[in-house]
């Protein structure tokens, strides 16, 4: 996480110093791309938690947002062709996010949540674990001052 919010500062510093020579430095911030990647992580984390792949993603990577379904890359690409074109000269030091609504919630995206019994005696299904949780499941640790 700490190198994504470097990016971020990096990214708004070269905003500063570029804009005066006509350049543009933005983020963009998607959820989770439907990559090969993301599929093989999908597939572990079906196989580590004992449900189906649908349910990873539907149950897990999607609950908190909004739209209920992967970013495409060619949503990112575009995002990012958009912001190379003279219509984008004077958005420069912002961050764009892909994320179905994710960020409207105030939900910071994780792949690898912690899951918590579901109300569904037996089904062995979870649902992600709210960030103020602990592991064991019991009330957060207290925060200091």
């Not at 105030?106 to 019994?117: E, V």
Request: net charge negative; aromatic share 2%.
């Amino acid at each position: 996480m700490s190198a994504k919010h470097g990016l971020e500062g990096l990214s708004k510093v070269a905003a500063l110093e570029g804009a005066p020579h006509g350049v543009t430095s933005n983020c963009i911030n998607p959820a989770y791309v439907r990559t090969p990647l993301l599929e093989t992580q999908i597939a572990d984390q079906a196989r580590n938690h004992g449900i189906s792949e649908t349910e990873v993603v539907q149950q897990i990577m999607l609950a908190p947002a909004a739209v209920k379904r992967l970013v495409e890359p060619s949503e990112v690409a575009s995002l990012a062709l958009f912001l190379c074109s003279p219509n984008a000269d004077s958005m420069t030091g912002s961050s764009y996010c892909l994320d179905g609504g994710w960020t409207a919630l105030g939900a910071t995206p994780r792949l690898l949540l912690p899951l918590l019994p579901s109300a569904e005696a037996g089904s062995g299904v979870g649902r992600p674990a709210p960030a103020s949780a602990s592991p064991s499941g019991g009330p957060p640790p207290p925060t200091a001052g």
